[in-house]
């Protein structure tokens, strides 16, 4: 099976705070090539966060500075932390490795 798989949407509060998973079960993994993307009802996918070449933590601008991401090689895991949601982080977040894309999981934010 090439296709990651996504867990820990859900409902938040505008604040809140959400954790999202993300699994390879590929043999031949790399950390490297799993990234988080996202789709909001209408808009185009964009890129959330991943990690870099260098190990390093990458983010789109949007972020500013809410989310964290890590992962573990061995594990072939992703995880993004959310804090501070806002609105318009609402939509569907999608793992993606190489060019096989996730299921997703929705997250919702809303009063």
């Known amino acids: 099976q090439m296709q990651p798989v996504e867990s820990g949407g859900g409902l938040v509060q505008p604040g809140g705070s959400l954790r999202l998973s993300c699994v390879s079960t590929?043999?031949?993994?790399?950390?490297?090539?799993l990234n988080w993307y996202r789709q909001a009802p209408g808009k185009q996918r964009e890129f959330v966060a991943g990690?870099?070449?260098?190990?390093?933590?990458v983010y789109a601008p949007f972020v500013k500075g809410r989310f964290t991401v890590s992962g573990d090689n061995d594990k072939k895991t992703l995880t993004l932390e959310m804090n501070d949601l806002q609105s318009e982080d609402t939509g569907i977040y999608y793992c993606?490795?190489?060019?096989?894309w996730g299921q997703g999981t929705q997250v919702t934010i809303s009063s």
């Open positions: 993606r490795y190489g060019a096989h």
């Open positions: 590929v043999s031949d993994f790399n950390l490297y090539n």
């Open positions: 990690i870099g070449r260098n190990a390093n933590q």
